[in-house]
Structures are given as C-alpha cells and as structure tokens.
C-alpha cells in the first residue's frame, strides 16, 4: 500500500469534487466514490474526481468520520512513501521559517493544513521539539516523522504531547511520550529579548502560547507609562510584555497559583517591577475590581476557548460578551482593550458582533484600533478558514 508507487487511489464524488477546487481540505467518507475500501490501513492516498483527474494527495482515516483530509498536489500519480513526504513537507515549512525563527526562541514550524500535512503540529523551543500528532494516518508513520525530525533539526528531544481530545475520535490514546533525546522539563526561550520559561512536558498546549506573539508585540509597543490589566494572564505573558514595554504596573489574574507563581519568578528574572498577581475566577475579580472603582489604561482578555463546538457556540459567545462588557467597563479614558478569542467556532464576524453587543449603550465611545492574529509561523491558507483560529481585536476607549 503506502510507499508503493500507483498505490491506493480515492475518488471523489462530483459534488465533493467542486468543493475541493474551491479549496476544501476535509471530506467524510460518503465524499469517497463507491467509497473508501481501496484505503483500510491509515495512511497516504491519491485522490481523483469522477473523471480521473488528479486532486492530490490525502491522509486517510478509514475509521475515522473525518476520513479524508488533503494535504497538497505531489508529482506523478502514485504514493510517496511517508518518510519521502514527510521530509518534503517538513522541509518546506521549516524553510518557510527560516527568515524569522530566531534560534533562541519559540516558534511553529508545522501547522498542520497550512504546510500540507493536516493533524501535525511541530513547535520548536530552542533545540526541543514538541510534536501533536492527532491523526491516524499520521500516529503510523510515527517512526519516519522521528526520523525525518532528527534529520532536519538535529533536536536534543522530541516530545509527543498528544494529551488532545481530536485524537480519540481517531481511535488513539491521549498520552505525553517522549520520542527521542533526553527529557528537559524546563527550557528559556527569548521573545523581543524577554526569557520565558517553557515547560514541554506539562505547560498548556505544546508548552506556551507561541500564537499571541504578535499581540504580546503590540501591548508592549503601546504600554508606555500605562497601568495595565492581564486577565487569564497564565504565566503573564502579557503582563511582562507590558512591562517591558514601559508600563508602570500589571495585575495578572488566572485561576492557576502555579502559572501566577511563575510570572512572578519571570518577572524578577528579567528584572522587572510593578507586577501584581491575583489567583481567583477572573469574571468575579473583573466584577470586583469594578466595585472598588479601579481603572486601567490597557487590559488583555485572553481566556480559554469558550466554544471547542458548535453545540456551545451560543454559551461561548454569551461569555465573551460578559467578559467584553466587563473589560470595556474597568477602562480608563482613553484606554485599550485588547481581547482574544482562540475558539476555532467564533469567527472573526461573530467575535466583532459580540464585542459590538458589549459595547452597546456605554456612556462613552469606542473605537476599533487594530484587527490581529496568530504570527507567519501560524499561517492562514486563505481557502481554508477554519486554519484561522486566533482572533484578537483592540478597541480604544474615547479620551
Ligand atoms: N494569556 C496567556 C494565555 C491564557 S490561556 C498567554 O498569553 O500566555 C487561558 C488561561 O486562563 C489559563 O492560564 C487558565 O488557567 C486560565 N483560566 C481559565 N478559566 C479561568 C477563569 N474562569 N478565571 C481565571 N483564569 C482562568
């Protein structure tokens, strides 16, 4: 099967046809035509249209609902063999990097759709991989995406942090496994010349939040002498972008005494003052700093995502409206507001109404400054919205 050229091929039918030329990347297995028992291992196959013309490749996930995911046009009318195509994409994206991933710092070097190989992702901590492999088709060829990695990077680990929910609908086990090279549990990366602690093994998502890099940028770039509000702050890293950037003090709150702990140590690592930490619900302290009349000239929101379905789109959006609300509220004259909403179901549209709803019937104007997302190495394919989940909108408070 796989890695034999001529291999299994797929076809699609007429009306899933027109959805891919329009740039469709997901097909279900009723898109297949008669079906998909050319495909019963995971793996790669060629996908064609009712009339024999060639859509590229696909993985394929035979149990899987989701069965089909394309990843890209690939010369001649066979199969590559997975350790041939994952070296070809892998070292496609991580060349696309090369201009801005700096050595001492984080960054993305697979996207899983945008860079042609769906379900993967591969960030970069320094010298350390941390890999998401949440697909079937992918979870086979794990030993020549080891292989292929060790050639490219030369990492001193490879860590699988495959504690995601997508992986069960696949059939596979969530479990964080070390896949080559030593365990490091904790690593500095630099951003804007500020160390950050990064701890693979069990730091949210892959070990930090690589996506909010451009936002971080503009709140430093716009917190000069300003008192600033990080609201599901983590390990702040808003907080001491803010600081670095001149403001004269941040209050982070989040839920975790452990993530505040660490802002605080990050902060006296890079020498900065004016940090403020806060443990607790950050909806009631929101409500409470607002009953003891405090102001702030520049507040981030950036909570977990409210809707990870379609089924609580409505709640999601009714969350992010409060939050909003309550944000916009706790603004000084003058005052910025940047909030973040990484919910793959909100679009940017949906994100901008509910803000629009939050600021509705407030006693003073409201200004959209600045619509932001993910960094280049999170790149949108612009035929495949759903690749952007990261919206991040700044407001302005009338002086
Ligand atoms: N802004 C951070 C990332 C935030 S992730 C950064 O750029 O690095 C979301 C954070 O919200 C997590 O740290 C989580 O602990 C926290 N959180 C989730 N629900 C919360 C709640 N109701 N109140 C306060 N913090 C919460």
């Known amino acids: 099967m796989n ?7 797929i076809q699609l039918t007429a009306r899933a046809t027109t959805l891919a030329r329009k740039g469709q990347l997901w097909f279900y297995a009723d898109d297949a035509t008669p079906g998909l028992d050319a495909a019963r291992q995971p793996g790669l196959v060629r996908l064609r249209d009712p ?26 009318d066979g199969v590559p063999a997975p350790g041939e195509f994952l070296r070809a994409r892998l070292g496609a994206a991580i060349a696309s990097r090369a201009a801005f991933a700096a050595r001492d710092g984080g960054v993305r070097l697979i996207h899983g759709e945008a860079d042609e190989i769906p379900g993967l992702v591969v960030d970069r901590y320094v010298d350390c ?6 697909t079937a088709p992918l979870e086979a060829m794990r030993a020549e995406l080891v292989e292929a990695l060790e050639a490219l990077c030369s990492p001193r680990m490879i860590l699988a942090r495959n504690d995601i929910g997508v992986r069960k609908l696949e059939g596979l086990d969530a479990t964080v496994r070390l896949l080559s090279g030593h365990r490091v549990e904790e690593l500095t990366i630099v951003e804007d010349g500020l160390r950050h602690p990064v701890r693979p093994f069990d730091g949210h998502k892959t070990g930090f939040y690589l996506d909010q890099a451009p936002a971080r940028g503009y709140v430093r770039a716009h917190a000069r002498g300003r008192s600033m509000l990080d609201a599901f702050a983590y390990q702040g890293g808003f907080a001491l972008a803010a600081l670095a950037g001149g403001a004269r003090d941040a209050l982070a709150i989040d839920e ?10 990050t902060a006296t690592a890079n020498g900065l003052a004016g940090l403020e930490t806060l443990a607790g619900n950050a909806f009631q302290v ?7 009349e405090r102001r702030f000239e520049l507040a981030v929101v950036d909570p977990p995502a ?6 609580e789109l409505e709640g999601g959006l009714r969350g992010y409206r409060d939050l909003d609300r309550l944000a916009l509220r706790l603004l000084a004259p003058g005052g910025l507001l940047v909030t973040c909403s990484c919910s793959h179901h909100v679009t940017l549209e949906k994100f901008e109404e509910v803000l629009r709803q939050a600021a509705a019937d407030l006693p003073f104007r409201i200004f959209l400054r600045a619509r932001l997302g993910a960094g280049p190495d999170h790149p949108v394919s612009l035929t495949a ?15």
């Not at 394929?60 to 069965?67: G, K, M, T, W, Y």
């Not at 394309?70 to 010369?75: A, I, K």
């Open 51 to 76: 009339d024999g013309r060639d859509l590229g490749l696909a993985l394929c996930s035979p149990r899987s609902r989701l069965a089909l995911r394309r990843c890209g046009p690939w010369p001649g």
């Open 3 to 9: 890695g034999l050229a001529g291999a299994t091929v």
């Open 286 to 292: 929101l409500r409470d700093l607002r009953r003891a």
């Open 129 to 134: 991989l941390v890999v998401q492999v949440g």
């Open 306 to 311: 409210f809707a990870k379905s379609r089924r």
């Open 385 to 399: 919205p759903e690749s952007e989940y990261l919206k991040v909108l700044v407001v302005e408070r009338a002086g």
């Open 256 to 265: 975790s005494e452990p993530a505040l702990l660490r802002a605080r140590d």
